[in-house]
């Protein structure tokens, strides 16, 4: 893909692919503009069209015209490729060689896909009934209906099947967009049609029946294009205002969704019928570190911000809770009752650890031994998903309060019903935002500014990272002499260091809790002492 990459390249100019994006302004040689992310309060972001290269001074972010897709989309490599290819006119097939034949089915199987969401959006505008359906008792207006791409689907069983087909599509070509059913005729019928819609397009639907009739939503099952575990409904219409106010918020429904756009809070977005998952957290963790889950107040509710807790810790995810419905048993609900409520709910939200503290004492009673037992036991085995120490004391001393005990007991004791297994082996963790900015300043100074070397520091030789380097070097040390440039390496090598050293105490922290957790305590003292021999200022 290498070539396909280097064509993309020559066809899209960075400073077009970033403009996109935010207003840049030329300064010399070089283009400057806001963050994207909104962490500046003057403009820091640099873009070098001479290199092809970008830079975010604030964010500590940077690469080439794929590494901006992806940070600023939340998006994989390979999803970067495919929209920046459609860009810029390239055909990856032609790149791609023994996958070619997967390419071309995954193109038609987009093609068709995007047909027949045109098909349902027409459709909706022959159907009276529907009308009435979508614009009064959903109360959707033209603008939602619009930017979401509602549609209908006709109950005759082969309308999309015969539109598409005089269209020159072919009946396997259907099957693999997830349009038709096992008998052969249209998967969805008589239904209101909500497009699912990714960075590059539909690449399915959830379906709503109209009338009495089980399921009431039918989704796209998976495909080619579709992926349930890693699809997030309605970030492609959330990105722009997640990115601008830095939260996301995640709702169970998609109509929830599709209310909160509608009542002005952009920033909502849901998992399409299925438990939230690493991976969609993983996602909108790439756009923000604010997630707000807005999820009922029931059993199966807490269950999920629980489950939600265990992996935001991997994550660097902080997880709050939005609960005040005003008696209304969802958003979509509230938001119907008084739009504002919503708005006044999302702002006024609670950490997620928190509201499970409070949720668990509701339901027990911590006034009896057993009571403080099975509340300590919930408690405990929420709290030791937290991996930053000085969080972790901080619940570990509001439990001991309210159980009337001290810190030491509850770190003794041996939780008897843990929240729920998640044993997993502890991943590395990437470089933390102010680790990279420091590395890439010293790496800037060694290497252009031909300050000393320091031994043991291994020197990054990728060209498009050495490019970066270059631009954060003309920007920051410039007209430095070689004394002063020396001396900020000496500094920045010694903040490196010490960086380096909390991020591995951070990663050894959570092993420790894994060892602890599976019941390997040899393995956990081991750990301590590595632990303790590292050297934190």
Not at 122 to 136: A, G
Not at 232 to 242: M, P
Request: hydrophobic residues 40%; charged residues 30%; positive net charge.
């Amino acid at each position: 893909m290498e070539d396909a990459k280097e064509e993309i390249r020559a066809r899209l100019p960075i400073e077009d692919v970033v403009g996109q994006y935010i207003e840049l302004k030329r300064t010399g040689r070089s283009l400057k503009g806001r963050s994207p992310w909104g962490v500046d309060k003057t403009p820091s972001f640099m873009v070098s069209p001479e290199k092809g290269i970008w830079h975010d001074f604030s964010a500590n972010k940077g690469g080439d015209i794929f590494t901006f897709i992806m940070e600023v989309e939340g998006i994989s490599f390979r999803e970067a490729l495919e929209k920046l290819a459609g860009q810029a006119g390239v055909e990856l097939a032609k790149y791609s060689g023994s996958n070619s034949a997967v390419t071309k089915r995954k193109q038609r199987a987009r093609e068709a896909i995007e047909l027949a969401c045109k098909y349902y959006q027409f459709c909706l505008t022959k159907n009276q009934k529907v009308i009435q359906y979508v614009f009064e008792k959903r109360a959707m207006n033209k603008g939602t209906v619009a930017d979401f791409r509602i549609g209908y689907s006709p109950n005759t069983g082969r309308a999309l099947m015969e539109f598409l087909s005089k269209r020159g599509f072919k009946k396997f070509e259907m099957e693999a967009a997830g349009l038709l059913n096992r008998f052969g005729s249209d998967m969805f019928r008589g239904r209101m049609m909500v497009p699912f819609i990714d960075t590059n397009g539909v690449i399915g639907f959830t379906a709503r029946i109209l009338t009495a009739g089980e399921p009431k939503y039918l989704n796209t099952s998976e495909t080619l294009l579709f992926n349930k575990s890693r699809f997030v409904f309605g970030l492609a219409q959330a990105k722009e205002s997640i990115r601008q106010h830095n939260f996301v918020v995640i709702v169970e429904g998609n109509m929830d969704v599709i209310s909160s756009h509608q009542a002005g809070v952009r920033e909502a977005v849901a998992t399409s019928g299925t438990a939230m998952t690493e991976l969609h957290l993983k996602t909108l963790s790439r756009l923000t570190p604010d997630v707000r889950l807005a999820y009922d107040g029931d059993e199966a509710g807490m269950k999920a911000t629980e489950r939600a807790i265990m992996m935001a810790g991997d994550l660097g995810v902080n997880l709050s809770v939005i609960s005040d419905y005003h008696g209304a048993k969802d958003p979509d609900e509230l938001i119907q009752k008084d739009p504002n409520l919503w708005k006044a709910a999302v702002k006024h939200c609670r950490p997620a650890v928190d509201y499970l503290l409070d949720k668990f004492e509701e339901k027990i009673d911590i006034s009896t031994g057993v009571g403080k037992r099975e509340y300590s036991d919930k408690a405990m085995g929420l709290i030791k998903y937290i991996h930053d120490a000085v969080e972790k004391k901080h619940y570990e001393q509001i439990v001991a309060r309210k159980l009337d005990c001290s810190v030491e007991d509850l770190q003794a004791k041996k939780i008897n019903q843990p929240v729920e297994k998640r044993l997993k082996k502890v991943k590395a963790q990437s470089k933390s935002d102010s680790l990279r900015g420091i590395e890439d300043n010293l790496h800037a100074v060694i290497l252009f500014g031909k300050a000393n070397q320091f031994e043991g520091l291994e020197l990054p030789s990728d060209e498009t990272k050495l490019a970066e380097l270059n631009l954060i070097f003309e920007q920051k040390y410039a007209g430095w002499d070689p004394e002063k440039l020396n001396e900020e390496a000496v500094g920045l090598f010694r903040r490196y260091q010490i960086e380096k050293n909390k991020q591995r105490a951070a990663q050894l922290r959570a092993e420790i809790t894994e060892a602890e957790a599976s019941g390997d305590d040899a393995r956990a003292e081991e750990i301590t002492k590595q632990l303790a021999a590292l050297k934190i200022r």
